[in-house]
């Protein structure tokens, strides 16, 4: 009995939270048929249409989350849900570090997708944030532009850009802003794709994950970039968080 | 009872007793037994391993015994400088590329810290050649910024061997200059030497040209090209010369631990004015004798030995040549002692020899385009700043770090009557060239300097800083002088 009052309480602060919307604007990307990273010339991938936010949370807005919600706090957390990176810099429960509108980075995959249901949200899944993620500010998929993928690039080679305010890099084709500039974001389901870290094994034991590497030019600095998103998502687990991972919500498109 | 637990303890002290001899009986075993297959070598104790950056290396193993060695390397992502004026974001293992030297010796059971700084932008691992198994550990080592990966391996076949960061995209991960080498010395050590020193070549591929100016970005399409701006030793331009060159006395025999990180190029090693007694070739256990020039593939390595014999300074290229003069692979040795004149006699006669006549050679110009606007020095110490950048980019292979020249083949600026003479006519060799004989502070040389592809802009600086430096005249060059001289 007590066992079941126990687990009834943790279940329902788990699932429960306090709802206050925060002023984050959210755009709206026109679904559409893409070809991802591991994909093959056959099999495209159908995104529905959904909203997404239109900046990545801030400092400023997860403070207000973990004042609602405390089982949030850094020194509440179950290890169970994020690891000793949890909020790493911020100096106490509510005092974080760096500007109140730069990126919340060091916050776990639980806590990110615990904040986003707060919101009535969710987190993006990964074909809809790389779908959102394909367009510069002309075009809804420059990934076969040069210059789109130099940008991106450079900025994975840029130390320290979580320090930047949100807003502060170009606004893209749909509206968004930051998907590429500041840090890395969160997704959904982030770990579906394996990539083991040994790049060349992922060679042989899927190589579709190499589909365009014979290609010259542009797609293949695509496919670099790509990689480097991918590898990156392939390192992390749930519990784990990183001073260059932050994160935001998404939802479905209501008619 | 009582008994009981006398008894105990006297089992368990003769036990201890017995443990003692037993351990004893096998480090008097290990030092005199060979093994056949270096997997049965035991280990004991454990020890920290020393790890130096280069051109620095840990002390030999000497005679000691196969041990567990930790290894804790930590990799940072961080801005360094490729050569005066030209920033570059390394990523490295332990700060410095090339990476901390690891030593170790067959039977050393490895075990490896990775270490992923928390402000890291991406996820790292690490191949190490020394290695028998998958991935060479990559995979078991593929770490998280903010985490630290451990995996051990047992040590088994002598050599040199590069290791390198292997998560994609490599390409990148390489060219940023995550390589270094893990050295494995045999049964007793290496022979010993008098100095040992550690060199790794590494091309990069950037945004700008050679030497252009500011935070310079990694691109992609050279490095598939392979058309690197920058071919270095150990990390940028001049890490080894002038005061960081090495060192050594005459009568010392040298060892070289040679590297070539890559990605792109394959490095033929030569020291100007050196033969290698010895090479260990591709870092193996094949030893070659007296070799001038040897090959180092990309990811490869290779020991070389050599004694020094007289004194002087022995350049360090790769013989891939435009790459040591145009491109930074260029590192100095400088041997101090007695002359041997039976060895090197010095210059006995010297005369001209041009066999593709007397014309200036001049160096292919871009013609007309012109990518970026140039940053301008305003003041006269953003002149003397941009000069000594472009000095040490350009002129110092022959000129020398204090103007010092080299005697017979390159005049000095240093204190030059020639030079303080006349400036239009130092500023007409910068643009134009020179060959012939002249004579500088009293000394004949008889040599040739090509034309320099250097902008107005650049002459201005380059000469301002050689007039304001070293005990020159202190003139001030103008860009409208060396346009006057242009135009001419």
């Keep these: 009995m007590k066992l079941f009052n126990t687990a009834l309480f943790l279940v329902s602060t788990l699932l429960f939270c306090k709802v206050t919307a925060q002023n984050n604007e959210m755009a709206t990307v026109k679904g559409g048929v893409y070809l991802p990273l591991y994909g093959t010339a056959d099999k495209t991938v159908k995104v529905d249409s959904f909203m997404m936010d239109v900046y990545p949370v801030t400092n400023a807005d997860f403070l207000k989350f973990v004042k609602e919600n405390p089982l949030w706090k850094k020194s509440n957390i179950k290890r169970l849900f994020a690891d000793e990176s949890y909020l790493t810099k911020w100096t106490t429960d509510e005092n974080f570090s760096g500007l109140p509108n730069a990126p919340a980075t060091n916050v776990s995959w639980f806590a990110a997708k615990k904040y986003c249901e707060c919101q009535g949200k969710r987190l993006p899944k990964m074909d809809e944030w790389e779908y959102a993620a394909m367009a510069n500010e002309n075009v809804p998929d420059a990934r076969k532009v040069e210059s789109y993928n130099q940008y991106i690039l450079n900025w994975y080679e840029t130390p320290k850009t979580f320090n930047k305010t949100v807003g502060s890099t170009f606004k893209n084709y749909w509206g968004i802003y930051d998907l590429h500039g500041l840090v890395w974001e969160w997704t959904q389901d982030f770990n579906t794709v394996l990539i083991s870290g040994e790049s060349r094994k992922d060679v042989d034991k899927d190589s579709n994950l190499f589909c365009g590497s014979a290609a010259i030019g542009a797609s293949d600095l695509m496919n670099y970039a790509a990689f480097m998103r991918y590898a990156f998502r392939g390192s992390m687990k749930a519990r784990y968080s990183s001073q260059n991972l932050g994160f935001r919500c998404a939802k479905n498109l209501e008619n | ?105 067959v039977g050393d059971e490895v075990e490896f810290h990775l270490k992923n700084h928390p402000d890291n932008k991406l996820p790292h691992n690490i191949d190490l050649h020394a ?117 050594a006395k005459v009568g010392e025999k040298i060892r070289l631990f040679v590297g070539n990180g890559g990605p792109g190029l394959v490095s033929s090693f030569h020291v100007i004015g050196e033969i290698f007694d010895k090479v260990h070739i591709e870092g193996g256990s094949m030893i070659n004798e007296n070799v001038q020039t040897t090959m180092i593939p990309a990811g490869g390595a290779a020991i070389v030995e050599f004694r020094v014999d007289v004194p002087g300074t022995f350049i360090l290229v790769d013989h891939s040549i435009f790459r040591a003069f145009n491109k930074g692979a260029l590192a100095m040795l400088k041997v101090e002692g007695e002359e041997n004149k039976a060895i090197y006699s010095g210059e006995i006669r010297d005369g001209i020899y041009l066999p593709e006549g007397g014309a200036i050679q001049s160096m292919p110009t871009d013609g007309v385009k012109k990518e970026k606007e140039e940053v301008k020095a305003f003041t006269f110490e953003e002149r003397m700043k941009f000069g000594k950048d472009k000095f040490t980019a350009t002129c110092v292979a022959c000129h020398q770090a204090n103007g010092q020249g080299i005697p017979g083949a390159f005049p000095p600026l240093a204190k030059s009557d020639y030079l303080n003479a006349d400036v239009n006519r130092a500023i007409d060799i910068v643009l134009h060239g020179k060959t012939g004989e002249i004579t500088v502070n009293g000394k004949k040389y008889n040599s040739v300097m090509t034309a320099q592809a250097l902008s107005d802009e650049d002459v201005t600086n380059v000469l301002t800083y050689v007039y304001n430096s070293w005990g020159n005249s202190k003139k001030e060059v103008t860009p409208e002088m060396v346009q006057a001289v242009r135009n001419k």
Aim: net charge negative.
């Design chain 2, 131 to 247: 290695v028998n198994g998958p991935g060479g550990g990559a995979e078991s080592s593929f770490v998280a910024p903010g985490h630290e990966k451990v995996f051990s391996f047992k040590v088994l076949n002598p050599g040199l061997y590069v290791y390198h960061c292997a998560t994609a995209p490599v390409g990148m991960h390489i060219a940023n200059g995550m390589y270094g080498l893990i050295l494995v010395e045999p049964e007793g050590g290496l022979e010993p030497v008098d100095k040992e020193y550690y060199i790794m070549q590494g091309d990069f591929y950037t945004e700008g040209k050679y030497g252009e100016r500011g935070l310079q970005a990694f691109d992609m399409q050279k490095a598939i090209n392979e058309t690197p701006d920058y071919v270095v030793f150990n990390g940028h331009v001049g890490a080894m010369t002038g005061d960081n060159a090495l060192t």
């Design chain 2, 1 to 105: 009872m009582t008994l009981t637990f006398k008894k105990n303890l006297v089992t368990k002290m003769l036990l201890c007793l017995g443990g003692v001899v037993f351990l004893s009986g096998c480090v008097n075993d290990q030092s005199d037994k060979k093994y056949n297959d270096t997997v049965d070598i035991p280990v004991n104790q454990e020890m920290i391993a020393e790890l130096t950056s280069p051109p620095f290396v840990p002390t030999p193993v000497g005679k000691r015994m196969a041990k567990k060695l930790i290894v804790d390397l930590e990799i940072q992502e961080r801005e360094g400088e490729m050569t005066g004026g030209v920033k570059y974001v390394y990523w490295t293992f332990g700060g410095t590329v090339p990476g901390s030297f690891i030593r170790t010796r």
